[in-house]
Structure formats: C-alpha cells, structure tokens
C-alpha cells in the first residue's frame, strides 16, 4: 500500500525524541503524542505503524527496539525506572499527573509495575509515590516493627490500618508529619518496607504466617459489615482502587 505522509510532520517527531530528557520514549507514547495530526495529515493510524516508517527513515539517527524509540549510543530506560526518575522529581502524583508525562501509561499497566517494584508504592487514591521519597530511618522502621508485632500478636495475626495508624499517631507523630502520611499512605507504605515481615491486603495488616485463607475470610466478613454501613465504606474503598503489595 502507499504511505502517506509529511516529512516535516516526521521531523518534529524526530526533534522531540531528539530534545526529550529522556534517553528512549516507547512508541505507543510517541504515537500518542502526535495521535491528532498523524491521522489527520498522514496513513500512519497506529504506533506500530509509525514504529516502521521512523526506523525504514532514521535508522542512522536512533536504536529501535521493539518498543521503544532510543538515541544513539544511549542506554534505553524503562517505563519502571521512568517512573521512579519523575516521583523522585516531584513526590507522590496521581495516575492522571503520571500520564500527563507519560501518556501511554494506562492504569492497569501503572498498577502492574508498582504491584512488582520495590522502588514504589500505592499511594492510595490513585495515586502513586517513590519509596525513596519516604523519609524512614533504620530505627523508625524498627519502631513500626515492633508497633505491628505487638497489635498483631493480640488479634490473631493481623490488625486494621486504621488501628495501625492510632498507635503510630501516638508514638511517631514526627514520622507521620515529616512524610505527610495518612491512615492510607501509611498502610501502602509499610506493605513495602515490611514485606518480609508483614503483608497488606485490603486494609488489613497480616503477619506473613497468617495463611492466605484466614485472610480471605476476614476480608469476606469485613465485606459485609461495610455492605451493611455507611461508615469505613471510603477507606474500603481507597484499598479496593489499588493492587495491595503482598
């Protein structure tokens, strides 16, 4: 078939990549970016498509993989490592603000990549931050520790966030002030931090000897009394919207 298509369209392209902070951007992005003009004055209708006719024209300029555009004798960064590069930049954002910089970054494919990192973490809201962004000493961390194993050994191997969060408030103001965390983002937080130790799942805290099981019915009654109430049904769903570190 004949391509069509506008050669100074194709070099402001190319000038983005060229001038982008970034070493490599994929193709989806790339296509979404120029989405509106590249369907309206050109045939390229998809990022594949403009994946082909930038490599066939600009082979000597960029490295093509096989998603994702990269400068010459540069090293391609992953949309992880992206990720991780812009929180630190400008702390916690939501999934809208991410896309903004981001634009193939869909919801699922965000929540897949901080559900598998160490280096992020659910924000609660839609939201995401960088662990990094996280100001936790050794002897704060050992202080939540010592907090979680005290509540969760008194209730059969698990507490609530929002009983988490009391006794935190109490004897760790200055943690929670300096990191600005609520009963949410302190959750998210120490399902990353204290993972060998502790997992999260929806809105509870589990030793991680608790079977998956126990947990399963737990949350199955918490179901049901939320179902029943007016009151938690915000909070439950905060932890319902984000994939909870295990």
Same mark, same amino acid.
């Given at each position: 078939?004949?391509v069509? =298509?506008?050669?100074e369209?194709?070099?402001?392209?190319?000038?983005?990549?060229e001038?982008?902070?970034?070493?490599?951007? =994929?193709?989806?992005?790339? =296509?979404?970016k120029? *989405?509106?003009r590249?369907?309206a *004055?050109?045939?390229?209708?998809?990022? *594949?498509?403009?994946?082909? &006719?930038?490599?066939?024209? =600009?082979?000597? &300029?960029?490295?093509?993989?096989?998603?994702?555009?990269?400068?010459?004798?540069?090293?391609?960064i992953?949309?992880?490592?992206?990720?991780?590069?812009?929180?630190?930049?400008?702390?916690?954002?939501?999934?809208?603000?991410?896309?903004?910089?981001?634009?193939?970054?869909?919801?699922?494919?965000?929540?897949?990549i901080?559900h598998?990192?160490?280096k992020?973490?659910?924000?609660?809201?839609?939201?995401?931050?960088?662990?990094?962004?996280?100001?936790?000493?050794?002897?704060?961390?050992?202080?939540?520790l010592?907090?979680?194993?005290r509540?969760?050994?008194?209730?059969?191997?698990?507490?609530?966030?929002?009983?988490?969060?009391?006794?935190?408030?109490?004897?760790?103001?200055?943690?929670?002030e300096?990191?600005?965390?609520?009963?949410?983002?302190l959750?998210?937080?120490?399902?990353?931090?204290?993972?060998?130790?502790?997992r999260?799942v929806?809105?509870? &805290?589990?030793q991680?000897?608790?079977?998956?099981? &126990?947990?399963?019915?737990?949350?199955?009654?918490?179901?049901?009394?939320?179902?029943?109430s007016?009151?938690?049904?915000?909070i439950?769903?905060?932890y319902?919207?984000?994939?909870?570190p295990?």
């Amino acid at each position: 078939d004949h391509v069509r =298509y506008i050669p100074e369209l194709l070099d402001e392209i190319v000038a983005y990549v060229e001038n982008n902070e970034n070493t490599s951007l =994929y193709y989806s992005e790339l =296509y979404k970016k120029f *989405e509106e003009r590249l369907c309206a *004055e050109t045939s390229i209708d998809n990022y *594949e498509y403009l994946h082909g &006719i930038l490599r066939y024209l =600009y082979a000597d &300029i960029f490295d093509f993989g096989a998603d994702q555009i990269t400068k010459k004798n540069c090293q391609p960064i992953s949309a992880h490592d992206r990720l991780v590069e812009l929180l630190v930049k400008n702390g916690p954002m939501s999934f809208v603000d991410v896309r903004s910089k981001m634009p193939a970054m869909s919801d699922e494919y965000m929540d897949n990549i901080i559900h598998n990192s160490d280096k992020l973490i659910h924000w609660g809201g839609r939201r995401v931050n960088a662990v990094a962004n996280v100001k936790i000493t050794e002897e704060e961390k050992q202080q939540l520790l010592i907090v979680l194993q005290r509540l969760t050994s008194e209730n059969k191997g698990f507490c609530s966030s929002g009983m988490f969060f009391e006794e935190v408030e109490k004897i760790m103001p200055n943690f929670l002030e300096h990191n600005n965390l609520d009963e949410v983002s302190l959750y998210f937080t120490v399902g990353t931090v204290l993972k060998s130790s502790f997992r999260c799942v929806r809105g509870n &805290i589990y030793q991680n000897t608790v079977p998956d099981s &126990i947990a399963s019915q737990v949350d199955n009654v918490e179901n049901r009394n939320v179902a029943d109430s007016d009151s938690g049904e915000t909070i439950k769903g905060l932890y319902a919207t984000s994939i909870t570190p295990v």
